[in-house]
């Protein structure tokens, strides 16, 4: 239970944030502009402020407002743990995840030795210029050549490799247990995950009693599927209309229809692009064009070898390369690392190495990106048309969720809880199917483990993924996609019995395009 003086001091806080920001600044004004009318009395001025909140919709943005300064808060630090610990509260976390930062900065630095490549450098007049009338078509645009020298920092097996070594000094069972029968799941850090008991609780809305877009609007030649389609477009626009965030959060537990996903996502996640933030773009847009950053190689090849060999996503290449050059030279991300366990890297100036004084972020928005990262924002293409609006949705989906997938963290949405929660599902409810892959040399972990860090993307038809991807808003959880690695490998059972290598378990996962991703869902949560 959260004391009541935790919970004054966290209504402070969000009271102080509110008058701070410019929504409030906004209303003040309007208000001002509402009470000078002659129709309102002093009498009855408080009364006719109410009915104005309501009536000009300024209530539910204020609702929103306090929603999403709630949701934005660790809970540690509502809890009362102290700052030192609201990162990262297990110290050999906090040293794995340190000894992998140091791994990543080294090399980085290595490639800049080998290719003798500045981190960063000033174009010339000439270069911007080119880079300026060039920037809408820069996916067309890349030195094969240079890209050919540029080597990804690190893959999802290093970083795999990286989290199953992680042990916990600390731990000692209460009794001795013969290695023989100790778990069998390559995680070795022991950390809490809902049952599936539970999880059928916290994910009610999914039990097939429930009719749920990407199930009921999918069953072919149905009189019944149109009429649920149609019924649920007109509610979706009024949920949309009237604007609630946690009205919208409620409505995508049940799926959303293609057309107005983008609404109800931003709804969701609290994310209103005005000409403020376009501005901002157009200004991250010439830093880019002003300096060449060997993250851009990086960010270029990846795309190029993700997102452009894939047949759902290589149309948006170009936009995929404007929105994730940009990202990289985002200041304001560096705000997420407040309630991450990562920390972002440092440079020194030339000639300034060891001073502390010229240590700078490297790259601007401390991320540097690994194989494959250009996955999370790929998808989005299907719902933003336009650079800007694709950036500042990836740049609040990754800041909000998908940050977590690459770091090593005990925290309940972090990768580490859900490999330990996946391992924990196959073991309890298919504990054969474990076995028998652990035997053959297949461990289950490590086929899924692509899935769990990309969040599907790559793996699942786009439609499919963004029907899992609503449900991961809708529940600001991100444990789905550990119950839907678990549900495929359960759906695979009979062919994955009879593999007797890894390369066979990998050859009958190689594709799942084909899977329904909510029906699998139900199927483990509510059908097992």
């Given at each position: 239970m959260i004391k009541e003086e935790d919970k004054n001091e966290v209504f402070c806080r969000i009271i102080e944030k509110l008058q701070n920001s410019p929504l409030f600044l906004d209303m003040k004004a309007d208000?001002?502009?509402?009470?000078?009318?002659?129709?309102?009395?002093?009498?009855?001025?408080?009364?006719?402020?109410?009915?104005?909140?309501?009536?000009?919709?300024?209530?539910?943005k204020l609702q929103n407002a306090v929603y999403f300064q709630l949701k934005s808060l660790p809970m540690s630090s509502i809890q009362g743990i102290p700052q030192n610990q609201v990162k990262e509260p297990l110290a050999f976390i906090r040293k794995a995840q340190m000894n992998w930062e140091k791994r990543i900065v080294k090399s980085i630095n290595s490639m800049c030795t080998e290719l003798s490549l500045p981190l960063a450098r000033k174009r010339s007049a000439a270069d911007q210029s080119?880079?300026?009338?060039?920037?809408?078509?820069?996916?067309?645009?890349?030195?094969?050549?240079?890209?050919?020298?540029?080597?990804?920092?690190?893959a999802p097996k290093d970083f795999f490799e990286a989290l199953i070594s992680i042990e916990n000094p600390s731990f000692t069972p209460l009794r001795k247990i013969p290695r023989s029968i100790k778990g069998w799941g390559l995680m070795k850090v022991q950390l809490y995950t809902k049952?599936?008991?539970?999880?059928?609780?916290?994910?009610?809305?999914?039990?097939?009693?429930?009719?749920?877009?990407?199930?009921?609007?999918?069953?072919?030649?149905s009189t019944s599927c149109e009429s649920f389609s149609t019924d649920w477009n007109k509610i979706g626009r009024k949920v949309i209309q009237h604007g609630s965030a946690p009205v919208a959060r409620q409505y995508a537990k049940y799926g959303c229809p293609p057309g107005l996903r983008r609404e109800v996502w931003c709804l969701i996640l609290g994310l209103e692009v005005d000409d403020v933030d376009l501005l901002y773009f157009?200004?991250?847009?010439?830093?880019?064009?002003?300096?060449?950053?060997?993250?851009?190689?990086?960010?270029?090849?990846?795309?190029?070898?993700?997102?452009?060999?894939d047949d759902n996503y290589f149309v948006f290449?170009?936009?995929?390369?404007?929105?994730?050059?940009?990202?990289?030279?985002?200041?304001?991300?560096?705000?997420h690392f407040e309630h991450s366990s990562a920390t972002p890297p440092k440079s020194y100036i030339r000639g300034k190495l060891g001073v502390q004084d010229y240590a700078v972020v490297?790259?601007?928005?401390?991320?540097?990106?690994?194989?494959?990262?250009?996955?999370?924002?790929?998808?989005?293409?299907?719902?933003?048309?336009?650079?800007?609006?694709?950036?500042?949705?990836?740049?609040?989906?990754?800041?909000?969720?998908?940050f977590r997938l690459h770091g090593m963290s005990?925290?309940?949405?972090?990768?580490?809880?859900?490999?330990?929660?996946?391992?924990?599902?196959?073991?309890?409810?298919?504990?054969?199917?474990?076995?028998?892959?652990?035997?053959?040399?297949?461990?289950?972990?490590?086929?899924?483990?692509?899935?769990?860090?990309?969040?599907?993307?790559?793996y699942l038809e786009t439609e499919?993924?963004?029907?899992?991807?609503?449900?991961?808003?809708?529940?600001?959880?991100?444990?789905?996609?550990?119950?839907?690695?678990?549900?495929?490998?359960?759906?695979?059972?009979?062919?994955?019995?009879?593999?007797?290598?890894?390369?066979?378990?990998?050859?009958?996962?190689?594709?799942?395009?084909?899977?329904?991703?909510?029906?699998?869902?139900?199927?483990?949560?509510?059908?097992?």
């Open positions: 208000l001002q502009k509402e009470v000078a009318k002659p129709h309102i009395h002093v009498t009855d001025m408080k009364k006719s402020i109410q009915n104005y909140l309501k009536d000009s919709g300024w209530e539910v080119v880079m300026s009338s060039k920037f809408e078509v820069l996916g067309g645009e890349l030195d094969e050549k240079q890209m050919e020298k540029i080597k990804p920092v690190y049952s599936l008991q539970d999880m059928k609780v916290v994910y009610k809305e999914l039990d097939p009693g429930n009719s749920q877009s990407g199930v009921d609007d999918a069953l072919l030649e157009q200004q991250l847009k010439q830093y880019v064009i002003e300096y060449d950053m060997l993250v851009d190689s990086l960010i270029t090849k990846d795309i190029k070898l993700t997102s452009s060999n290449e170009d936009v995929l390369c404007q929105a994730l050059l940009v990202f990289s030279r985002d200041t304001s991300i560096l705000e490297y790259p601007p928005n401390g991320i540097i990106p690994f194989h494959g990262f250009s996955m999370y924002a790929s998808p989005l293409g299907y719902i933003c048309a336009e650079a800007p609006q694709l950036y500042f949705l990836f740049r609040r989906i990754y800041t909000r969720y998908f005990s925290h309940p949405q972090g990768i580490m809880s859900l490999c330990v929660l996946f391992e924990n599902l196959l073991q309890t409810h298919e504990p054969a199917l474990f076995y028998h892959l652990k035997e053959v040399g297949a461990h289950p972990l490590r086929l899924v483990f692509n899935w769990l860090i990309y969040a599907f993307a790559g499919q993924l963004l029907l899992l991807w609503d449900r991961i808003f809708a529940y600001d959880s991100m444990e789905l996609l550990a119950v839907l690695a678990m549900a495929v490998l359960s759906y695979r059972r009979a062919n994955l019995l009879e593999v007797t290598s890894l390369q066979a378990a990998q050859t009958v996962l190689a594709d799942i395009s084909t899977l329904n991703s909510i029906a699998l869902l139900q199927y483990v949560l509510f059908l097992k």
